[in-house]
């Protein structure tokens, strides 16, 4: 075990916590998506478990 003083860690956050209603807003998720991924995280997740778990509609280009 060692000590750590407060003041030398790091105030640097390493992972983005988003709100899943606002990153289903900002990436034009459904509103069913926005709720399968509340069940599977709750309220908040980070940006990397939001973006890997994500179902999107595919957008075909003609």
Same mark, same amino acid.
């Given at each position: 075990? %060692?000590? =750590?003083?407060?003041?030398?860690?790091?105030?640097?956050? =390493?992972? /983005?916590?988003?709100? =899943?209603?606002?990153?289903?807003?900002?990436?034009?998720?459904? @509103? /069913? %998506?926005?709720?399968?991924?509340?069940?599977?995280? @709750?309220?908040?997740?980070?940006?990397?478990?939001?973006?890997?778990?994500?179902?999107?509609?595919? /957008?075909?280009?003609?």
């Amino acid at each position: 075990m %060692e000590h =750590v003083e407060a003041e030398k860690l790091s105030k640097h956050t =390493v992972a /983005k916590v988003w709100k =899943v209603r606002e990153y289903c807003e900002q990436h034009q998720l459904g @509103g /069913k %998506e926005e709720i399968r991924l509340r069940r599977l995280f @709750g309220r908040f997740a980070t940006a990397s478990e939001l973006q890997h778990n994500a179902k999107r509609a595919p /957008k075909w280009r003609y």
